[in-house]
């Protein structure tokens, strides 16, 4: 038997809000000196080269990827 598709109702917009409390702190700014992922995708091979780079000098991988993006701000502005 088919469903006649005229007669469905449909959500009426997206309802209220939800209450700050509900929010589970997402609009919420991290501390200064927090850090929170940033989530890229690259080659393979570039992430092995990364991660084989900042192991030889020993440099937290995150340590230089702010490293190179201070660099590029600095010289590409």
Not at 14 to 33: C, D, I
Not at 53 to 66: G, H, K, T
């Amino acid at each position: 038997m088919a469903i006649d598709a005229t007669k469905l109702k449909r959500p009426s917009g997206k309802g209220a809000p939800p209450t700050p409390a509900a929010t589970n702190n997402n609009l919420v700014k991290p501390p200064t000196g927090a850090t929170v992922p940033l989530q890229v995708n690259i080659d393979p091979e570039v992430k092995r080269q990364f991660r084989v780079y900042a192991a030889e000098r020993d440099i937290d991988m995150s340590n230089l990827f702010v490293a190179m993006w201070q660099y590029y701000k600095e010289n590409h502005g």
